[in-house]
């Protein structure tokens, strides 16, 4: 069995040790995390090999990174859309390995900011960039999972309330066409594939106490290729770790395969 997670944990120098605390309790195969904030060279690589794990890291400063961190290896990466223009091009929003076998790809989509915006045009213009890249990279026959911080809720029901977000991004026509046009490209939700149920959420907003009232968006995807789409067996949001001293807004979500 291989467990695979993504978990924005907004800023890994103030989280750390919660994601020390969380590896060593759900011993995940791989994990995938957003929004570390800080460069290369900050990185924790120590404080990951002493939990018997290998990890790389894709970093510009304050804000954003993306890291990869893995027991079943690392290889072949890369950060970046390689020669394709990045419309948020130096925002380290994208990293990709290959892990036990495993295309990798961790992602930290743009927010979007407001419709209209230059920042919600682009958000559209990147999303259908890192469909071109996977064309360019990848096969949707191979096993490759698209995982990460899509700030995108692909159904109604991935949302709260509808009539709160009228109006507001992530929920809009063209975000979801983004990511369904990655499902054509060959990828699938792999969280809906088990739970079709409205409620589920892995993003609550810190103002207003939106944790406890259940006001919510399931933002945190895994898209997985049909070869790994037939090996998963279970799927969860860990709804505990947005619980506790200083959480982060967003809770892992796990996704575990056959063997």
């Not at 750390?16 to 904030?37: F, M, N, Y």
């Not at 390995?97 to 743009?110: Q, S």
């Not at 698209?146 to 009228?166: C, H, I, Q, T």
């Not at 939700?189 to 207003?208: K, M, N, T, V």
Request: net charge negative.
């Amino acid at each position: 069995m291989t467990r695979i997670a993504t978990w924005n944990v907004n800023s890994l120098k103030a989280r750390l040790p919660r994601v020390e605390e969380w590896i060593t309790l759900a011993q995940p195969d791989i994990l995938c995390i957003q929004e570390t904030k800080m460069k290369n060279e900050a990185f924790p690589t120590e404080a990951f090999t002493a939990l018997g794990y290998e990890s790389v890291h894709h970093g510009q400063g304050q804000w954003n990174g993306v890291a990869i961190i893995s027991r079943v290896g690392i290889k072949n990466v890369t950060s970046g859309f390689d020669d394709l223009e990045d419309p948020y091009e130096g925002d380290a929003r994208l990293i990709a390995a290959t892990c036990g076998g495993l295309r990798t790809v961790n992602v930290y989509v743009p927010n979007g900011r407001e419709v209209p915006s230059e920042f919600y045009d682009r958000k559209l213009l990147w999303l259908a960039q890192l469909k071109n890249w996977l064309t360019t990279t990848s096969s949707s026959k191979d096993s490759v999972v698209v995982l990460g911080d899509f700030n995108v809720a692909p159904e109604d029901k991935d949302v709260w309330s509808m009539e709160a977000f009228a109006g507001l991004t992530h929920v809009t026509k063209l975000e979801r066409a983004a990511i369904a046009a990655l499902e054509e490209w060959g990828l699938s939700d792999s969280f809906r594939q088990l739970h079709q149920e409205d409620g589920l959420y892995s993003f609550w907003d810190y103002r207003g106490g939106d944790f406890h009232k259940k006001h919510g968006m399931r933002i945190d995807l895994v898209l997985a290729s049909k070869a790994v789409e037939k090996r998963v067996i279970s799927a969860l949001i860990d709804r505990d770790a947005r619980k506790g001293e200083k959480p982060s807004d967003h809770a892992p979500v796990v996704i575990e395969l056959s063997d």
